[in-house]
């Protein structure tokens, strides 16, 4: 098993969840927001862990998921938004993937059914299988024929 592969997935997850909650607002998005406190070494540099988490982030802005306008040290992307690509695909409904019941308001199933807040209720549930799958849809271009919610 690839443990830093997972906790790529769920970084880059929780990452793009914290700037989809302030979005369309900049925001500095904070390694230790995302992953806790992590010591630094003997020497002050951060921790491999820390460095995972930032490296993260620097590749989904990399890829076209966020934009910053710089770092703040090794801590943080500053003034990070997400882009047009992060915002439509975290957005995009999976209803396919929806446990919730169907005779709920269609406002609340049409919020239920985005891929955003399916990501939050697996980071919530410690479901770490769930977040992979569900942040690997983040990254497919189609998500089998389902309909944008914006």
Not at 114 to 128: N, V
């Amino acid at each position: 098993m690839d443990l830093q592969i997972d906790e790529f997935y769920k970084d880059c997850a929780a990452g793009l969840l914290q700037l989809y909650l302030a979005f369309p607002r900049r925001t500095a998005l904070y390694v230790e927001d995302l992953i806790g406190l992590e010591e630094t070494d003997e020497f002050g540099l951060p921790s491999k862990r820390h460095q995972s988490c930032l490296g993260a982030l620097l590749w989904l802005a990399d890829e076209g998921y966020l934009r910053y306008d710089s770092t703040i040290r090794h801590e943080a992307l500053d003034q990070a938004v997400l882009s047009e690509k992060g915002f439509v695909r975290l957005s995009r409904s999976v209803a396919h993937l929806l446990d919730t019941p169907a005779d709920l308001p269609a406002a609340v199933l049409r919020v239920q059914a985005t891929l955003a807040w399916q990501l939050r209720a697996a980071l919530r549930s410690g479901h770490s299988e769930r977040v992979v799958q569900l942040t690997r849809l983040v990254f497919e271009s189609n998500l089998g024929g389902s309909e944008d919610t914006v």
